[in-house]
């Protein structure tokens, strides 16, 4: 089966950039979904295939795929960025990453 | 939006019908899915049923294919999820979302605010 793994945690200076990753094997040739879930909250779609926003995400969410690593990019993180990020393929089913907790300090 | 019903607490090998009830979007032009989340906060994929234009199989999770069955009724702006032989594994929250993609499961783009199901004897 597929996997993708994200880190557990990634904490990040208000104001400044974080990067979550989402590894996987030759993922770059894979659409990666995005998706940000907060406290008591339904997930919700911030980046789909690789690099677009739906209509509503702010330009400071940007994605890149390459290689054997997704990665989703949050620019001039603000404190309503924290929540958790999972990231999502189709391999033959649909998966997850485990998720990844965005701390902004 | 989507608003899922159904959930609650059922006993092991027993079955369980949730609903997703959609508004606000052509229901029958959209691809569904089925996603959950165990308590330990882990997202898992269900299934996915195409619009009836495209037509094509239901597909289904390897952990739930033969026991969990998809349908929607376009009439009715409904999706479900029959749940058969539940085991204590299946204890999640389940949401329904509109799937993006047409031939096979893509970006959910819409999510319900999710059901709450407990296994348990």
């Known amino acids: 089966s597929y996997d993708l793994t994200q880190p557990l945690s990634v904490s990040v200076a208000l104001g400044q950039t974080a990067n979550i990753t989402c590894g996987g094997n030759?993922?770059?040739?894979?659409?990666v979904h995005w998706y940000q879930q907060k406290p008591g909250q339904a997930p919700a779609l911030v980046i789909y295939?690789?690099?677009n926003r739906p209509s509503g995400i702010p330009e400071r969410f940007s994605g890149s795929n390459s290689g054997n690593t997704a990665t989703l990019t949050i620019s001039r993180a603000q404190p309503g960025d924290e929540a958790d990020y999972y990231c999502?393929?189709?391999?033959?089913?649909?998966?997850f990453g485990g998720g990844t907790k965005l701390s902004v300090l | 939006q989507l608003v899922e019903s159904g959930g609650g607490l059922v006993q092991p090998g027993r079955s369980l019908r949730l609903s997703c009830t959609a508004s606000?979007?052509?229901?029958?032009?959209?691809?569904m899915s089925w996603v959950r989340q165990t308590p330990g906060k882990k997202l898992e994929w269900v299934g996915y049923?195409?619009?009836?234009?495209?037509?094509?199989?239901?597909e289904y999770a390897a952990s739930v294919k033969g026991r969990f069955t998809i349908s929607r009724d376009d009439s009715k702006n409904i999706a479900y999820l029959h749940m058969n032989s539940l085991k204590t594994e299946d204890t999640a929250i389940y949401y329904c979302?509109?799937?993006?993609?047409?031939?096979?499961?893509?970006?959910?783009?819409?999510w319900g605010q999710g059901t709450l199901v407990t296994v348990s004897s």
């Open positions: 295939r690789d690099t």
């Open positions: 999502q393929v189709w391999d033959g089913s649909v998966i």
């Open positions: 979302t509109r799937d993006s993609g047409t031939t096979g499961p893509g970006a959910s783009d819409i």
């Open positions: 030759k993922i770059g040739s894979k659409d």
């Open positions: 606000g979007f052509a229901f029958g032009n959209h691809a």
């Open positions: 049923i195409r619009n009836k234009g495209y037509g094509g199989p239901i």
